[in-house]
């Protein structure tokens, strides 16, 4: 099974805004590495995929919400990969599937939908064990493909980076990519996440936890702002669009309104307030997505 990644492309942006501020910018492409298992999703799932080999499994697990980028790469490299993939999908089923789902059902994905309550408390014991017993064996995936394997992956996006930079920065759903770029970095540069989430204040823990468990380091060099989330997972409000439009069409770059659009967004805003030291080298990390 042939996982490996090539280096992705480091694009250097021309903004007028950059040219103001004295600010060197620069765009990391991990959205072609694949077209439906793009971005960090791959660097995730990557390691799971070997560990699930390893272990002799047919199956994948996970979890996710109806909108969920993990949900549709898990489905589509099961299909590339010769795994049954199953997905716990947080809510009542919709009526017609949205077209994440539909595509997930498409790529042979098992749909079981769990109410919202009981998708709190998913790891209980209790409803793994009723999940084995539904669907039999099988190799579960934390949401959002965030574990100490994910954070393997993500280590690897600082080894392909060839040029020095004050910041590198990633949108944050589950931690995971956040981790994983802290640990690569190893106490050097700094990191900065974007909260995808209303209320992403525990993705702080989170991540602190998951940098801990992986090399036993509390790493200080990285922060998670929370304020350009535009009212939660999912959601987006008329100025994103806006920006979105915009960026698309100076840069040449799709970009989709529920990580990459909202980081960005808050980078520019950023950039304007003077957050960043003119001559600084940042780093945005395309980490991909469905349109």
Known sequence: MDVSIKHTLLQRLEDPLFEEKGINFFIKRDD??????????????????LEAQKQH??????????????????????????????GVIRGERPEPLNPVLEFAKNNGMRLFFISRTAYRDKYNPELIGELKERFGKFYMVPEGGSNMLAVKGCCEIIDEIDIDFDYICSACGTGGTMA????????????LGFSALKGGDFL??????????????????????TEYHFGGYA???????????????????????????????????????????????IIALHTGGVK
């Open 32 to 49: 072609l590495i694949h077209p439906t298992v793009s971005g960090n999703k791959w660097r995730k799932l990557k390691y799971n995929l």
């Open 57 to 86: 499994h047919e199956t994948l697990l996970s979890f996710g919400g109806a909108y969920s980028n993990h949900i549709y790469a898990l489905a589509a490299a099961g299909k590339l990969f010769n795994f049954k993939t199953i």
């Open 180 to 191: 994983g770029i802290i640990t690569g970095l190893n106490g050097n540069n700094k990191a």
């Open 204 to 225: 702080k823990e989170d991540v602190a936890q998951l940098i801990k468990g992986y090399c036993g380091q509390n790493y200080q060099n990285w922060d998670i702002n």
């Open 235 to 281: 959601k987006s409000k008329p100025e994103l669009l806006e920006f979105m439009k915009y960026f698309e069409k100076q840069h040449k770059v799709p970009i989709e309104f529920i990580y990459t659009g909202k980081m960005l967004f808050g980078l520019y805003d950023l950039i304007k307030r003077d957050f960043f030291k003119p001559e600084q080298n």
